[in-house]
């Protein structure tokens, strides 16, 4: 990708403020529009409105689309509805041109589609726009070639090329029966090798992987992962093809995914953008960090009620960060790794007891380690002394409970079809601190 550095971008802010078109268009030929989108970025809405009216409108519906989202709403609300129809639905396909008109409201939605010419692309789109987002429906695009299993060659070559003068990628030639229903897909190296055969049904490639319409995005891209596919057809609940998922499309639905998840684990409530205003950063973090002071506030309540424990032994003060701090990186490590085997499909939820006790085997390990490396340390610093033995044990306590804690979370949270990420962050944390607390404080009770 280009790589616009200051003096371009004032450079070509200048080209805009003198209206030299013919320089400008010279400047942006070369440029992909992954590039350009780039650029817009760096431009206020009148200077990349000047950009846009000098792209032909292929190209302009291809910046769009690289645009970020909230550069691309700001564009769609500066543009007349028509502008938007004719010039850039027009020349998307349909599963980007449904992403595209998902961003608007309903009424903007239905004028762009009462001002699309292309009645069959139009009645796609509403089709495709039923369809929950976040499944394979939602995703997939319905241009395709689609041939019929009893054609002969010729006549299959022939409705391939017609098929094909819409397309600006081919990447599998899908078989189907009279009835719509997916037989298979037909290799284009049988083309070649067998330019005579009789029908396509002898030399297509049978039972190919599929997806069905409500197919969870996850697990479309799971499915992608595992059988190394740039594209995957989708078919409905009797078997018939309605679309076809490609490559680039589930790659941008699972960085989209990973952000999502980042900010969740990283105690963010909503997705945010560096760019967004200063009350949407606010809304989307304070919550995490009002919880977070009233974890801080129960702890400071908990240490009080054992406030006489720290006039007899003040050492008892000095573990404190170390038992909080050790139990919430446990907690965070084990809730991480559960996420991240329900993300990829290498964990299910059947097999969360032999997961468990795995976790409690790790954790008797890691417990036994930390307590006697805490142990040998404070026999050195403080000799056998009570605060010695309730430190350890303490260790060794909140260390198993941190463990099965941060494993049942997110296991409890996908059974309960909510975000298992949530667990990973500060709920985590914070409740490892306050339960860790609880826990080094009555056993330094009892045992001094």
Same mark, same amino acid.
């Not at 945010?272 to 949407?280: G, K, L, P, R, W």
């Not at 032999?354 to 417990?367: D, F, R, T």
């Given at each position: 990708m280009e790589q616009f550095t200051e003096e371009y971008i004032k450079d070509? /802010? /200048? !080209?805009?403020?003198?209206?030299?078109?013919?320089?400008?268009?010279?400047?942006?030929?070369? $440029?992909?529009?992954? %590039?350009i989108a780039e650029l817009y970025h760096s431009l206020d809405l009148d200077e990349a409105e000047f950009?846009?009216? $000098?792209?032909?409108?292929?190209k302009a519906a291809d910046v769009l689309m690289e645009l970020d989202e909230d550069d691309r709403k700001k564009m769609l609300k500066h543009l007349p509805n028509e502008t938007i129809a004719k010039q850039f639905i027009d020349h998307l396909d349909t599963d980007?041109? *449904?992403? $595209? !008109? =998902?961003? $608007?409201?309903?009424?903007? @939605?239905?004028?762009i589609l009462s001002h699309i010419d292309d009645v069959e692309q139009a009645g796609d789109i509403v089709d495709l726009l039923k369809y929950d987002e976040d499944t394979a429906g939602g995703?997939?695009?319905?241009?395709?070639?689609?041939?019929?299993?009893n054609w002969s060659m010729?006549?299959?070559?022939?409705?391939? =090329? /017609? @098929?094909?003068? %819409?397309?600006?990628? !081919?990447?599998y030639v899908y078989v189907v029966d009279d009835d719509e229903r997916l037989r298979g897909v037909f290799p284009l190296k049988k083309m070649i090798t067998n330019p005579s055969v009789s029908k396509i049904k002898h030399v297509m490639k049978k039972d190919p992987v599929s997806v069905k319409t409500d197919t969870p995005v996850e697990e479309v891209a799971q499915i992608f992962e595992k059988y190394n596919l740039v594209a995957v057809p989708v078919i409905d609940s009797i078997g018939r093809l309605v679309g076809r998922i490609t490559v680039d499309d589930v790659m941008d639905q699972v960085r989209e995914q990973s952000e999502r998840d980042y900010q969740l684990a990283s105690g963010l409530s909503q997705d +945010?953008?560096?760019? %967004?205003? +200063?009350?949407?950063q606010t809304s989307a973090r304070l919550p995490w960090l009002l919880i977070g002071m009233f974890g801080g506030l129960a702890n400071s309540v908990i240490l009080g009620n054992f406030e006489s424990g720290f006039v007899t032994n003040p050492a008892m003060a000095l573990f404190i960060p170390l038992i909080g701090g050790t139990g919430g990186n446990v907690g965070i490590q084990s809730s991480a790794i559960v996420v991240q085997g329900l993300a990829n499909g290498s964990f299910s939820i059947? =097999?969360?007891?032999?997961?468990?006790?795995?976790?409690?085997? *790790?954790?008797? !390990?890691?417990?036994c380690m930390i307590s006697a490396l805490v142990f040998i340390y404070n026999m050195f610093l403080l000799g056998n002394t009570p605060v010695t033995k309730s430190v350890s044990l303490s260790l060794f306590a909140v260390v198993i409970f941190a463990s099965i804690f941060g494993t049942l979370v997110p296991m409890t949270l996908e059974r309960l079809k909510i975000d298992p990420a949530i667990a990973t962050g500060p709920f985590i944390t914070i409740t490892n601190d306050i339960i860790g607390m609880l826990i080094y404080m009555s056993i330094s009770a009892a045992m001094t």
């Open positions: 070509f /802010q /200048q !080209i805009i403020k003198n209206k030299d078109e013919e320089k400008a268009r010279v400047l942006l030929e070369p $440029l992909h529009p992954a %590039d950009i846009y009216l $000098l792209l032909d409108s292929e980007d041109a *449904v992403d $595209l !008109i =998902r961003e $608007l409201d309903e009424e903007a @939605q239905e004028e995703l997939m695009g319905t241009e395709m070639v689609v041939v019929n299993e010729p006549e299959c070559l022939k409705e391939m =090329r /017609q @098929q094909a003068e %819409d397309m600006d990628e !081919i990447y +945010v953008e560096s760019t %967004d205003t +200063v009350f949407t059947k =097999r969360s007891g032999s997961q468990l006790l795995k976790e409690l085997g *790790v954790a008797l !390990i890691n417990a």
